[in-house]
């Protein structure tokens, strides 16, 4: 398992940015497919982004074409480019890291990072 930490939330206003970044620790972190999920109040958690070992990278509807992830292996780290923030976008993201031959049960996921988006 990988043990992940996340940093770069805050308080933003309508239409800026912010960039979450996730840094795993422990070994093999290349081979894992890295995730951000979200949860806002009174809501059930939600997946955000993917990215898989070789890059490839998909998205929930709401965020596509305003967020990207990436990951620097070498740093060990994955990152959330935000764009054009909204106020539902406002929740606790979460990273998650899912070894591709384990079953979920097995993920790891970090403390969590509050974004919020207001005026």
């Known amino acids: 398992q990988v043990q992940l930490v996340e940093s770069g939330g805050g308080l933003v206003q309508p239409g800026g940015s912010l960039r979450l970044s996730c840094a795993a620790s422990g070994s093999s972190f290349s081979i894992y497919i890295m995730g951000w999920f979200r949860q806002a109040p009174g809501k059930q958690r939600e997946l955000v982004a993917t990215i898989t070992p070789g890059g490839n990278t998909n998205y929930v509807d709401s965020v596509k074409g305003r967020f990207t992830i990436s990951r620097d292996n070498a740093k060990n780290t994955v990152y959330l480019q935000m764009n054009s923030l909204k106020p539902e976008d406002t929740a606790v993201y979460y990273c998650?890291?899912?070894?591709?031959?384990?079953?979920?049960?097995?993920?790891?996921w970090g403390q969590g990072t509050q974004v919020t988006v207001s005026s």
């Open positions: 998650n890291a899912r070894h591709p031959r384990l079953p979920r049960t097995s993920d790891s």
